[in-house]
């Protein structure tokens, strides 16, 4: 009998209603790529219907995958610090990742991040376009290069655009950004310092967008 291979997967019906929740649901039971299999659960993404803001970053980590919530962990608390400097209410804004499961591999008893390819980020783009289609922001922000390429494709670098307001056909205004996972790794204290303060400075520019009408 014919094992399913990767190329087998399609991406997974979006159910045809305005309900974020419904959504939400039935992204619960996805199994449109290989990652539920080894994830404990879907994280979704979490934020009120209408929040002019999104935040997108890449996929659930270990936190995440446990708790069932995005940006919980270490990353997570680094941003909310970094969202309350920039002068951004985490509950008035919509936080999501591009891919709904933790992709990861064993080293001893810990699970490490291991970074989804295009296949399994294509699986999921259904979910995120219909939080874009119900939450309807202003402005995305793309948090890392995952994420800022499921939004722009594949040859979008960060390097070169971070900070600009962009357009796509996700929405009318786009940000990109780092991953606030990246200033944890940062080489020493002086290099993050200096990183999350560009890392603000870019929230503070995509608060600016948001409210530019």
Not at 94 to 119: C, D, L, M, Q
Request: hydrophobic fraction near 40%; charge should be positive.
């Amino acid at each position: 009998m014919a094992t399913q291979t990767e190329e087998d997967w399609t991406p997974a019906p979006v159910p045809a209603t305005t309900s974020l929740a419904e959504v939400r649901a039935a992204a619960c039971e996805c199994t449109a790529c290989h990652l539920y299999k080894h994830a404990t659960q879907t994280v979704f993404g979490e934020g009120p219907s209408g929040a002019p803001i999104m935040l997108v970053g890449e996929q659930p980590g270990d936190y995440e995958d446990v708790a069932g919530k995005p940006f919980v962990g270490p990353a997570g608390k680094i941003m909310d610090q970094a969202l309350e400097e920039a002068g951004i209410d985490r509950s008035h804004v919509y936080v999501t990742n591009a891919v709904k499961h933790f992709k990861w591999e064993p080293r001893g008893k810990r699970r490490i991040h291991k970074k989804p390819n295009s296949r399994e980020i294509a699986a999921c783009r259904p979910w995120l376009e219909a939080e874009v289609r119900l939450v309807k922001p202003t402005l995305l922000v793309c948090l890392g290069a995952t994420a800022a390429q499921a939004i722009f494709g594949p040859s979008f670098r960060v390097t070169r655009e971070r900070g600009k307001v962009l357009s796509s056909k996700f929405a009318p205004k786009v940000l990109a950004t780092v991953h606030p996972s990246s200033l944890l790794r940062q080489p020493d204290e002086e290099s993050r310092q200096r990183e999350y303060k560009r890392f603000v400075l870019d929230l503070r520019a995509a608060v600016r967008a948001a409210s530019d009408g």
